[in-house]
């Protein structure tokens, strides 16, 4: 079996699309494999990230099968834009058109396949740490990871000033996923991706950041 084929289950509409998704499956985890790669992780990604893809044709269906999964709270809401995410080696998705409904501010080329490396690369970043969660850093970092390697929000123009990127950094301020991008971008003028993952979970990554970046 190709370590790219993942069973896949679809919604009985989305039928008529499956050989496009299962492209977009495909090319998703090798654009995560040469990202790997060119970073020196190819380690981590010679193993399928994931072994099935379900996806949901409603939020509701998606948010329950993640509550189920992860054994939340039957009362347990959430967030409207969250739309994928990684659960016991399998990645559950809303479709398509969901995903464009409800987080209208991601659109932008090849988004969904972008949406599928972003999950992907939380994926690799737990690997790359030897699977401990905890060792991702802030939020600010380990959503800032999986947006640099899926390329997202390509041609959004940078808008914080350094003030604003900094209150991020240093309070792990909850934003929106474009910020991020924009903290990123900062950080990786001066600092390499492996140098942030490194540092990350360590208890001194913020006087590390500052020192590095001045």
């Keep these: 079996m190709n370590r790219n084929q993942v069973s896949l289950e679809l919604p009985e509409y989305l039928e008529m699309d499956r050989s496009q998704i299962e492209k977009t499956l495909f090319t998703a985890q090798e654009k995560v494999r040469t990202f790997a790669a060119s970073h020196n992780w190819g380690l981590y990604a010679n193993e399928a990230l994931i072994k099935k893809t379900h996806i949901f044709s409603t939020k509701n269906e998606f948010d329950y099968a993640v509550i189920t999964a992860f054994d939340l709270n039957s009362n347990t809401v959430l967030p409207l834009t969250v739309s994928a995410i990684i659960a016991n080696d399998e990645l559950l998705m809303v479709s398509p058109n969901v995903y464009a409904e409800i987080y209208p501010q991601g659109k932008e080329e090849n ?95 913020l006087e590390f950041l500052q020192s590095t970046l001045g």
């Design 111 to 205: 988004s969904y396949k972008k949406l599928i490396i972003h999950e992907l690369a939380h994926a690799l970043h737990i690997r790359i740490l030897n699977g401990d969660e905890e060792k991702m850093g802030p939020k600010w970092f380990f959503e800032g990871f999986a947006i640099y390697a899926a390329k997202q929000f390509e041609s959004h123009r940078n808008i914080l000033s350094d003030d604003e990127i900094w209150e991020i950094i240093l309070t792990d301020k909850e934003t929106n996923y474009q910020s991020y991008k924009e903290v990123m971008d900062f950080l990786l003028e001066k600092v390499s991706i492996n140098e942030l993952v490194a540092h990350a979970w360590k208890s001194n990554f």
